[in-house]
């Protein structure tokens, strides 16, 4: 149980286009999803909080306007990355919580690769 | 916890051997979380084990263990029987805002050989 999927698995677009990224919880449903990005051999930097049915929760310097997300269903958040440019080409990866609780186990989605030339 | 610290950038381990990842942490909350999430090169996360601040016994999962020393501010993984197979990047995490965010070390990679 508790599978994550992600969609596309990589993209690659040119300069100035958007690019929308689907996270699925498969098997269970989640209120809350998180958004991460990872560059090259560096950790993984939380995004957003994804909120079912409500705003995201932004973390500080991430820009909403770029990156928007929509959290429409218990097992579906999107994130679109808007006007992509070479600099947002890094690994994003989503996470679905179990549970309620904030204790409860972040499982993760495969990642998608995003390169902008 | 609001600041996760993975001191090893690399590690090397003989095959069938046991081998602890380091991890401290630092948070002024009583209650708090602590997992540990493996890597593999797909760049897929994959949860190992989860140790909650009020747990009297260390967590253990299979071959994976939790050195959980709180005074100290530590969750060591600890695991056992290495295999070809854990070779990968060892991220420790720690639920911090109100538990609803995870704040990840800069992870440890690790390399078994055979």
């Known amino acids: 149980g508790a599978v994550v999927s992600q969609h596309p698995s990589w993209v690659i677009c040119k300069s100035g286009t958007s690019v929308k990224i689907e996270c699925r919880s498969l098997d269970f449903q989640a209120t809350t999803m998180f958004w991460y990005r990872q560059f090259p051999k560096q950790s993984l930097m939380l995004m957003a909080t994804?909120?079912?049915?409500?705003?995201?929760?932004?973390e500080q310097g991430v820009e909403k306007d770029k990156f928007l997300i929509n959290h429409a269903s218990l097992t579906l958040s999107t994130l679109t990355v808007t006007s992509a440019h070479p600099e947002d080409s890094s690994f994003y990866i989503c996470?679905?919580?179990?549970?309620?609780?904030?204790?409860?186990?972040?499982?993760f989605g495969p990642g998608t690769r995003l390169t902008v030339l | 916890a609001q600041k996760i610290t993975q001191t090893q950038p690399g590690m090397f381990v003989q095959e069938k051997e046991a081998v602890t990842l380091d991890c401290t942490y630092d948070t002024s909350d009583q209650s708090y979380g602590l997992f540990w999430y493996k890597q593999p090169s797909s760049g897929e996360m994959i949860f190992l084990i989860y140790?909650?601040?009020?747990?009297?016994q260390n967590a253990t999962e299979g071959r994976y263990s939790l050195n959980f020393q709180k005074a100290r501010k530590s969750a060591n993984l600890v695991i056992s029987a290495s295999q070809l197979g854990d070779s990968a990047m060892y991220f420790c995490a720690g639920l911090s805002g109100g538990y609803n965010k995870l704040i990840f070390g800069a992870g440890t990679r690790l390399a078994v050989h055979p």
């Open positions: 140790q909650g601040s009020y747990d009297e």
């Open positions: 994804s909120n079912e049915g409500s705003k995201a929760t932004y």
């Open positions: 996470s679905a919580r179990v549970g309620e609780m904030g204790t409860d186990t972040q499982y």
